[in-house]
Nanobody
Framework: QLQLVESGGGLVQPGGSLRLSCAASGFDLRHYDMGWFRQTPGKEREGVSYINRSGDRTDYADSVKGRFIISRDNARNTVYLQMNSLSAEDTGVYYC?????????????????WGQGTQVTVST
């Protein structure tokens, strides 16, 4: 069974940091590019970050560049998202997803396996 399970979300104060993890099972992560997305009520799911199979190419949404870092540990079948200098605008449900086309993209339609999401709330 193909599965992605996110963890690490929670409540954090503005300016704080969180590290999200995404554990994959049912497939070998090293064969797939991966991405992180987020969604807030009333808005479309937004691509946050992308990482290729080997981890040496990444991409970020302009809104998170310089603050978020995506990484992966293929031996552990896990992808990470380090989020720093968080603000209220970063609040949302964060999802990791498997890229089905092996191309650099942050379009949700290019991803075929999704986790259940983890809530990130940035608030005082």
């Amino acid at each position: 069974q193909l599965q992605l399970v996110e963890s690490g979300g929670g409540l954090v104060q503005p300016g704080g940091s969180l590290r999200l993890s995404c554990a994959a099972s049912g497939f070998d992560l090293r064969h797939y590019d991966m991405g992180w997305f987020r969604q807030t009520p009333g808005k479309e799911r937004e691509g946050v970050s992308y990482i290729n199979r080997s981890g040496d190419r990444t991409d970020y949404a302009d809104s998170v560049k310089g603050r978020f870092i995506i990484s992966r540990d293929n031996a552990r079948n896990t992808v990470y998202l380090q989020m720093n200098s968080l603000s209220a605008e970063d609040t949302g449900v964060y999802y990791c997803a498997r890229n089905q086309f092996l191309k650099q993209t942050m379009k949700a339609g290019d991803y075929d396996v999704w986790g259940q999401g983890t809530q990130v709330t940035v608030s005082t």
